[in-house]
C-alpha cells in the first residue's frame, strides 16, 4: 500500500547507458515531480506533470526524458548517462498543481554512474 | 524569485533537550511554507505545512513550527528530542501565485546524543 513507489531503489551503471526509473503513486494526485537530490543533500527540481501534461522543464539536460503513460505514473529515461548524474532521484506527488498541497515522495532511487 | 535558507548544516543536541532548527525565506508575498524530514536512505516525509492563520503550526512527532512575517523566519521546535528524531531537516518554501514548485533549503543535520 506505499503511496508513492519507485523502483529501482539502487542503480548502478557504466557511463554512457542508457537507463529508466519509474514511479508510480496510489493517492489518486493530479500532479507528479522528478526532484534530484546531489551528494550534499541539495534537492533540485527538474520536472512536473500534470494530469500527463508537462508543466515544468528546470533546465535539465535533454539526456533526461520524463514519461507520463497516466496520472498516476511518472517514468524518467536517461540517455547517454555521465558521472555528473550520480545522485538520489526523488519522485513526487502532489493533490494539485497549487503549492498549498505540498508534497508526497518516494523513497528515492540511487544512481550511482561508473 | 523565492529562496530558503537554512543557515546551520549541522546540529548536535543530547536526547531530551530542546531542538530548534532555524529555516528563513525569501518572497515578495505570503509564502506557503513547510518542514519535511529525511531519515537515512528514505524519501522526506512532511512534518507541517503553513499556508494562513495561526502562525503556530503544530505537526506530526511532536514538532511545530512559527510563522514570524517579520523576520522571514518559520523554525522548527520539539520541547524533548529523541533519539529517533536524528535525520535530515528540510524548509520549502512555495508561493500562492503559481505552480506548484517547492524550493528546499540545504538542509539541517541533526544528531542526537544518548
Known amino acids: 500500500d506505499t503511496a508513492v513507489s519507485q523502483t529501482p531503489k539502487y542503480l548502478v551503471t557504466q557511463m554512457g547507458n542508457d537507463k529508466s526509473i519509474k514511479c508510480e503513486q496510489n493517492?489518486?494526485?493530479?500532479?507528479m515531480y522528478w526532484y534530484k537530490q546531489d551528494s550534499k543533500k541539495f534537492l533540485k527540481i527538474m520536472f512536473s506533470y500534470n494530469n500527463k501534461e508537462l508543466i515544468i522543464n528546470e533546465t535539465v539536460p535533454n539526456r533526461f526524458s520524463p514519461k507520463s503513460p497516466d496520472k498516476a505514473h511518472l517514468n524518467l529515461h536517461i540517455n547517454s548517462l555521465e558521472l555528473g548524474d550520480s545522485a538520489v532521484y526523488f519522485c513526487?506527488?502532489?493533490?494539485?498543481?497549487?503549492?498549498?498541497?505540498?508534497?508526497?515522495f518516494g523513497s528515492g532511487t540511487r544512481l550511482t554512474v561508473v | 524569485a523565492q529562496s530558503v535558507t537554512q543557515p546551520d548544516i549541522h546540529i548536535t543536541v543530547s536526547e531530551g533537550a530542546s531542538l530548534e532548527l532555524r529555516c528563513n525565506y525569501s518572497?515578495?508575498?505570503?509564502?506557503?511554507l513547510f518542514w519535511y524530514v529525511q531519515s537515512p536512505g528514505q524519501g522526506l516525509q512532511l512534518l507541517l505545512k503553513y499556508f494562513s492563520g495561526d502562525t503556530l503550526v503544530q505537526g506530526i512527532k511532536g514538532f511545530e513550527a512559527e510563522f514570524k512575517r517579520s523576520q522571514s523566519s518559520f523554525n522548527l521546535r520539539k520541547p524533548s528530542v529523541h533519539w529517533s528524531d536524528a535525520a535530515e531537516y528540510f524548509c520549502a518554501v512555495g508561493h500562492s501565485g503559481g505552480y506548484n514548485k517547492l524550493i528546499f533549503g540545504a538542509g539541517t543535520r541533526l544528531a542526537v546524543h544518548p
Open positions: 513526487a506527488s502532489s493533490q494539485g498543481m497549487s503549492d498549498v498541497y505540498g508534497y508526497t
Open positions: 518572497y515578495g508575498a505570503t509564502p506557503y
Open positions: 493517492l489518486g494526485h493530479d500532479t
